[in-house]
């Protein structure tokens, strides 16, 4: 997703005061591509991003990302025909029903992630993150390609980074500057874009031709890749090669970050508080029993651990604001909302309304059980209308199996009294590092002969 936002501070907390005092939609300052709306509340966020998908469901341009052949991955892609096909490919092998495919992968990865972390727990941090780069190449292209590959992912994501950034490329003003040929002077932009969409092609090539190798070989293990290449022989669903390798490319980044932010706002919640993390191992130690690990089928029974989850989301909404622009000119509420105007949604504030939830601020899970349970985050946290996230299932299932198997596994602790702080980069907030310990329960050793098998 496209973002022209401050980075480092928490620009939607900001904007939430704002919005108390000028109203539900703020016309903030006019960007490269026209004007600017922030939407601040629940109510705004649905008539316009839901009930009026049809028109609020395509992206901001930013030229400079195009040179760059962004827009073809999909979280940047405009709303259009091909978006269309990419989000059914991406239904396919991620919809409620079709993430059962995806359970032996995710038991594994997660049990090896907590071998890790019993080997070797001064390297949470990193190997949390590397086990979910890993967990969704894995799940696009059957295989993990190793170190150098992520190095160069981080690279890639420099020049996507570099490319949204306000202010930095006239290109980006004036787009028909896309068309100054590489080779006259100033238009050294020109080369730099080249090279980072060179740099993009290659990563999103390799790996695909080697599921197709692997599949003429008749070797290729279970992959989204794989199955839309099936979909496609079997003519199911309308889809070129092309479409098949952008889609694919579009998983890893939409994936890992997020994943990852959720699953350290999580660890920061039990090692903040004792009592929460006394009552979560209470009951997976009474649902689950001592001799099985907890798995997904388990989810009816834990509903403390869903809550937690839930609460997890709303706390730190992973992505805190929500991206869309309008390709329909839109008068709402005395506003008028002109055509391709760029319009975020503040799902931060939303997710922190006084109106929905009491004492925002605070990490309550018992919030989201009992007759009354508040407004459920998911209504947002993972986007709106037909941009909504399509890997938000697996994504839970990710979180739930390694949410209840380290609760059942370690006591995570910290020796300090924790502040909760995040880092945003544009479009992902995530929790700076904290000081935190995960000591193995000994009442849990007969459970770590299943880890390692
Ligand atoms: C806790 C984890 C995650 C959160 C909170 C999250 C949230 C979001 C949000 C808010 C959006 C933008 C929706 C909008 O513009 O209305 C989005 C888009 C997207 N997400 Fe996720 N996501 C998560 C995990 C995943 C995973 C695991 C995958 C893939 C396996 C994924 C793939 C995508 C893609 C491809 C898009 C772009 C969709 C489009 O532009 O049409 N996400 N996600």
Redesign the pocket.
């Known amino acids: ?1 496209l973002q022209q936002l401050a980075t480092s501070t928490a620009p939607y907390k900001i904007y939430r005061e704002w919005a108390q005092t000028l109203g539900p939609i703020i016309e903030l300052s006019p960007n490269n591509s026209g004007k600017v709306y922030m939407l601040g509340t629940l109510k705004v966020t649905l008539d316009l ?1 839901d009930k009026r998908s049809l028109d609020f469901s395509s ?1 901001p341009r930013f030229p400079m990302a195009e040179l760059l052949g962004r827009h073809e991955n ?2 940047f ?1 405009y709303y259009n025909e091909r ?1 269309k096909s990419s ?1 059914m490919l ?1 239904s396919r092998s ?1 919809s409620p029903h079709a993430v059962q495919q995806w359970e032996e992968l995710v038991q594994n990865d997660v049990n090896a992630l907590l071998l890790k972390m019993r080997h070797d727990p001064s390297q949470l941090w990193p190997s949390l993150q590397q086990a979910i780069q890993s967990f ?1 190449m894995r ?1 696009t292209y059957g295989e993990d390609p190793g170190p150098e590959y992520y190095r160069l992912i981080k690279t890639s994501q420099a020049y996507t980074g570099a490319a949204l950034r306000p202010g930095r490329w006239l290109v980006n003003k004036y787009p028909i500057l896309k068309l100054v040929p590489a080779w006259l002077p100033g238009a050294s932009f020109q080369r730099w874009a080249r090279e980072g969409k060179a740099l993009y092609e290659t990563l999103t090539h390799e790996p695909f031709l080697k599921v197709k190798e692997r599949m003429s070989a008749g070797i290729a293990e279970l992959s989204f890749v794989r199955n839309c290449l099936q979909l496609r022989h079997s003519g199911d669903v309308k889809c070129d090669e092309r479409l098949a390798l952008t889609t694919a490319g ?2 890893l980044n ?2 890992s970050e ?2 990852s ?2 699953m350290l706002t999580l660890i920061h919640a039990l090692a903040a508080d004792e009592r929460l993390q006394a009552r979560a191992y209470e009951e997976i130690k009474t649902a689950v029993g001592a001799e099985r690990l907890p798995s997904l089928n388990d989810r009816s029974q834990l509903p403390f651990i869903n809550a937690l989850l839930l609460e997890v ?1 709303r706390f730190n ?3 805190p604001i ?3 622009s309008n390709t329909k000119h839109t008068e709402y509420g005395g506003v008028t909302i002109p055509n391709a105007s760029t319009v975020y949604a503040n ?1 931060w504030s939303i997710l922190h309304d006084e109106s929905h939830y009491q004492q925002p601020g605070a990490f309550i899970p018992e919030r989201f059980l009992g007759d009354m349970p508040a407004l459920d985050p998911r209504k947002v ?12 299932h ?2 839970e299932a ?2 739930f199996t390694y949410a209840t198997r380290l609760i059942a596994l370690f006591s995570v602790e910290t020796d300090e009294k924790l502040e909760f702080d995040t880092e945003f980069n544009g479009l992902v907030s995530t929790p700076k590092p904290f000081p935190v310990n995960v000591i193995p329960r000994s009442s849990s050793s007969q459970l770590w002969d299943l880890v390692s098998r």
């Open positions: 997703m991003f992206r999909v979280g892609s978006l989000r991406l991620l969704f799940l579009s998983i939409a994936a997020t994943t932010s959720a989301l909404p992973p992505i929500l991206t869309h799902v946290v993972f986007g709106v209308g037909r941009r909504a996230c399509p890997g938000r697996i994504a990710l979180l």
